[in-house]
């Protein structure tokens, strides 16, 4: 099959004509080789052979670099091409009486051809352009998402391995914004009730004690009696205790970030903790407490989001510190997640629950004694405790753009510092101020009168 293109120009404007080749797998070029040292480009695939024609008969010709082209002539007009290696190189005509009649610069490149169909085929509406250089390939244009241009890529290596030159850039929006909502509810409830008796008599006290060890020192309340018994004096006391506590914690970090890359976010603080090393020195390290956030977000395709993400709430806790006599080291109560997920813009998901419900009981009785229906009871001693935790952590991702500076609004936008009048005449310690300008401005303005807001059913 003859194809005719037009590559090259000519200085002088002397065209020849194209001949049919007679190999099955050369491809006819048209070829403008001119007389009188003119010189003129020939582009060749690798791999693949041309066929071109002069105008005027050669007697002699010769390729520069045989490694990157080889030549063979077919007739006294007719030279046949083939592309070896990426380069280029210089193939001279001579005449019969050795005079020179053209210098052609062929320049052999990978063929992409068969990769431009397989790139149009895999992502039909993206405008990729595909260009060679040298012995690699060099792609350009604007492309949807992060996951098609990886794609692109990925295709683009399989035809020139680690000789591919990526000058795509990514449209759409490509900044993520992650809300994370930490919700945690403690609630403790512990009831104890106990009782001590003593006995005494003329030569002194014959016993005394608690019917319950550990029994908790805080007399919140207590009954107390006593009987005699001939000689011997008996004492009772009944100590009961009832707490209960609601901890609620509740943390919300907002953290924007560019897709495919990391974001962190730290709002707490660092304790200082002593290392001993290896020579008997102690430094001092610190660790972070408080609310950690660390994710990288990546566009994949249009609004949907992949999402790597660490985040963390850590408090100091001293109840369970590490003592060695000379100094305390507090420990941490920490709840983390790690995880990778998909949403779409404005989808939340629920990355991690705990659920925990912790019971402890005990009792103590004297001998036989507190096996006595209804007086048994006096001698004998029970308590209880029951700690039950819920954590739930929500994300929410949302594409966002940039906005003009005015249109956000500060916590400190609404408040001023007091005048000296305000301040001591009526002793406040600060003066709203609403904002007049902008978008914060003109929500400032409107008048809420009545129910307004969300109703969910």
């Given at each position: 099959m003859t194809y005719r293109r037009i590559f090259g120009a000519a200085l002088l404007g002397l065209a020849i004509s194209v001949s049919p080749t007679f190999s099955p797998v050369a491809q006819a070029e048209t070829l403008k080789v001119v007389r009188n040292g003119t010189d003129s480009v020939l582009s060749v695939p690798m791999n693949r052979a041309v066929v071109v024609e002069s105008d005027v008969p050669f007697a002699e010709l010769s390729i520069a670099n045989p490694g990157i082209a080889d030549i063979s002539s077919l007739s006294d007009r007719t030279i046949y091409v083939l592309g070896k290696a990426p380069g280029a190189t210089t193939l001279t005509l001579l005449d019969a009486t050795g005079r020179l009649i053209t210098n052609v610069e062929v320049r052999v490149a990978p063929d992409i051809s068969e990769f431009k169909e397989r790139l149009r085929q895999i992502l039909p509406s993206e405008k990729v352009e595909v260009r060679t250089a040298n012995d690699g390939i060099v792609l350009s244009g604007t492309i949807s998402s992060m996951q098609k241009l990886q794609r692109a890529l990925d295709l683009a290596e399989r035809y020139a391995p680690e000789r591919v030159s990526n000058l795509m850039t990514v449209g759409g929006v490509q900044q993520v914004l992650l809300k994370v909502r930490f919700a945690e509810m403690q609630r403790t409830v512990s009831k104890s009730l106990s009782s001590s008796i003593s006995a005494s008599g003329t030569n002194g006290s014959i016993f005394t004690g608690s019917l319950l060890n550990g029994a908790n020192p805080d007399r919140l309340g207590a009954l107390g009696f006593s009987f005699d018994i001939g000689s011997v004096e008996v004492g009772v006391l009944l100590e009961a205790l009832e707490q209960k506590g609601v901890v609620r914690t509740l943390s919300e970090p907002n953290l924007t970030a560019l897709s495919g890359q990391e974001a962190k976010f730290l709002a707490g603080g660092e304790y200082p903790v002593p290392v001993s090393q290896e020579n008997g020195a102690v430094t001092i390290e610190f660790k972070p407490f408080g609310v950690e956030l660390n994710f990288i977000p990546r566009v994949v395709d249009g609004d949907l989001i992949n999402l790597e993400l660490e985040t963390a709430v850590s408090a100091i806790d001293t109840a369970n510190a590490y003592e060695d006599g000379t100094f305390s080291i507090a420990a941490f109560r920490r709840r983390e997640a790690s995880t990778t997920?998909?949403?779409?813009?404005?989808?939340?998901?629920?990355?991690?629950?705990?659920?925990?419900?912790?019971?402890?009981?005990?009792?103590?009785?004297?001998?036989?004694?507190?096996?006595?229906?209804?007086?048994?009871?006096?001698?004998?001693?029970?308590?209880?405790?029951?700690?039950?935790?819920?954590?739930?952590?929500?994300?929410?991702?949302?594409?966002?753009?940039?906005?003009?500076?005015?249109?956000?609004?500060?916590?400190?936008?609404?408040?001023?510092?007091?005048?000296?009048?305000?301040?001591?005449?009526?002793?406040?310690?600060?003066?709203?101020?609403?904002?007049?300008?902008?978008?914060?401005?003109?929500?400032?303005?409107?008048?809420?009168?009545?129910?307004?807001?969300?109703?969910?059913?």
């Amino acid at each position: 099959m003859t194809y005719r293109r037009i590559f090259g120009a000519a200085l002088l404007g002397l065209a020849i004509s194209v001949s049919p080749t007679f190999s099955p797998v050369a491809q006819a070029e048209t070829l403008k080789v001119v007389r009188n040292g003119t010189d003129s480009v020939l582009s060749v695939p690798m791999n693949r052979a041309v066929v071109v024609e002069s105008d005027v008969p050669f007697a002699e010709l010769s390729i520069a670099n045989p490694g990157i082209a080889d030549i063979s002539s077919l007739s006294d007009r007719t030279i046949y091409v083939l592309g070896k290696a990426p380069g280029a190189t210089t193939l001279t005509l001579l005449d019969a009486t050795g005079r020179l009649i053209t210098n052609v610069e062929v320049r052999v490149a990978p063929d992409i051809s068969e990769f431009k169909e397989r790139l149009r085929q895999i992502l039909p509406s993206e405008k990729v352009e595909v260009r060679t250089a040298n012995d690699g390939i060099v792609l350009s244009g604007t492309i949807s998402s992060m996951q098609k241009l990886q794609r692109a890529l990925d295709l683009a290596e399989r035809y020139a391995p680690e000789r591919v030159s990526n000058l795509m850039t990514v449209g759409g929006v490509q900044q993520v914004l992650l809300k994370v909502r930490f919700a945690e509810m403690q609630r403790t409830v512990s009831k104890s009730l106990s009782s001590s008796i003593s006995a005494s008599g003329t030569n002194g006290s014959i016993f005394t004690g608690s019917l319950l060890n550990g029994a908790n020192p805080d007399r919140l309340g207590a009954l107390g009696f006593s009987f005699d018994i001939g000689s011997v004096e008996v004492g009772v006391l009944l100590e009961a205790l009832e707490q209960k506590g609601v901890v609620r914690t509740l943390s919300e970090p907002n953290l924007t970030a560019l897709s495919g890359q990391e974001a962190k976010f730290l709002a707490g603080g660092e304790y200082p903790v002593p290392v001993s090393q290896e020579n008997g020195a102690v430094t001092i390290e610190f660790k972070p407490f408080g609310v950690e956030l660390n994710f990288i977000p990546r566009v994949v395709d249009g609004d949907l989001i992949n999402l790597e993400l660490e985040t963390a709430v850590s408090a100091i806790d001293t109840a369970n510190a590490y003592e060695d006599g000379t100094f305390s080291i507090a420990a941490f109560r920490r709840r983390e997640a790690s995880t990778t997920v998909e949403l779409r813009d404005g989808e939340s998901f629920a990355i991690a629950g705990l659920l925990e419900d912790d019971f402890q009981d005990k009792t103590g009785q004297i001998p036989w004694l507190g096996d006595i229906p209804v007086l048994g009871s006096l001698f004998r001693s029970a308590e209880y405790q029951r700690d039950q935790s819920e954590l739930v952590i929500i994300i929410t991702a949302h594409l966002v753009t940039p906005t003009h500076g005015e249109a956000l609004a500060l916590p400190t936008d609404r408040i001023k510092p007091p005048s000296e009048k305000d301040l001591f005449l009526y002793g406040k310690v600060a003066k709203d101020k609403r904002p007049t300008s902008g978008a914060a401005g003109e929500v400032a303005k409107q008048d809420f009168g009545g129910s307004y807001g969300y109703v969910m059913d």
